[in-house]
Structures are given as structure tokens and as C-alpha cells.
């Protein structure tokens, strides 16, 4: 594989109200994320991070910052495994922010449907444990 120049990417995120607040389902307003993203890969190796500006609107809710970089390795066509660190600033009024890491990787399947996972904690924050398992399906042209 040949190496790959660095790349940049900005790509806001939109996140809408799903569930019914007033049950503790979602938090009742729409957040914006506007992030600044840079990656840089060379042989099966691949770097990538950046941070990011949330507005997040609500009656005890702050605006904050969200930073992280993540380093991963391409082991087989099939598995990709990786290592990532992240903090952000508090998110509400009386919280603090958080630091911590994760591992994980991902398992193509095929070339359109794969396998996320990930686990990890903070360091510094409320969070002992972060898991993460999730199912993607790629489509489009080829």
C-alpha cells in the first residue's frame, strides 16, 4: 500500500431529539456539532483526530469542546484493530469534563456489511466503562 497524503475533513453533525425527554429518553433539543478531523496513512497503518465544537442548548446545558486522536492497524483484509484517547470539556452545568480511551476495531464481513466494536473508560470523568457494538452496512456506487 502506498502512502497516503494528509487528509482534512469538516463534517457538521446534526443531532435530533429521538425519545421523550421527560422520561430520561434523550435530552429534549437538537445539538450541532462542528468538528475540524485529520487523518494520515502509510502501509496498514492509519492515524486520525481532531476536535470540535458542540452547541448543546437546554436549560443546565454548556456548549463544549470535544478533542481525540486514534491510532489503528490493519491486520488482515478482515480485521482492523485500534487505540484511541479523547476529552471533553463539561457538557452541563456542576459536571466536569471527562478524559478516557478506547480499543477496538472493526471485522468486514464483506465489503458491505461489518462488525464496530469498542471498550474502554475514563481516565478522569464519570464513565468506568464505555462499550460500543454496532452493526454498518456500506452501500453505493462502487
Not at 430520561?24 to 486520525?48: A, C, D, N, R, V
Not at 478506547?102 to 474502554?120: Q, V
Request: proline share 5%; aromatic share 14%.
Amino acid at each position: 500500500m502506498i502512502a497516503a497524503g494528509p487528509q482534512v475533513s469538516v463534517f457538521p453533525i446534526v443531532d435530533l431529539p429521538s425519545g421523550d425527554s421527560s422520561r430520561g429518553l434523550g435530552e429534549g433539543h437538537i445539538k450541532i456539532f462542528f468538528p475540524l478531523w485529520l487523518q494520515k496513512s502509510w502501509g496498514q497503518w492509519t492515524t486520525y483526530g481532531g476536535g470540535g465544537y458542540w452547541y448543546h442548548p437546554g436549560d443546565n446545558n454548556k456548549n463544549y469542546r470535544f478533542v481525540g486522536w486514534l491510532l489503528q492497524r490493519e491486520l488482515s483484509k478482515t480485521l482492523t484493530l485500534g487505540a484511541e484517547i479523547f476529552n471533553t470539556s463539561s457538557r452541563a452545568k456542576g459536571d466536569r469534563g471527562e478524559t478516557g480511551f478506547n480499543i477496538g476495531g472493526f471485522i468486514n464481513l464483506s465489503e458491505d456489511h461489518h462488525i464496530l466494536f469498542s471498550a474502554g473508560r475514563d481516565i478522569n470523568g464519570p464513565n468506568t466503562m464505555l462499550t460500543y457494538l454496532a452493526f454498518q452496512w456500506t452501500f453505493g456506487p462502487k
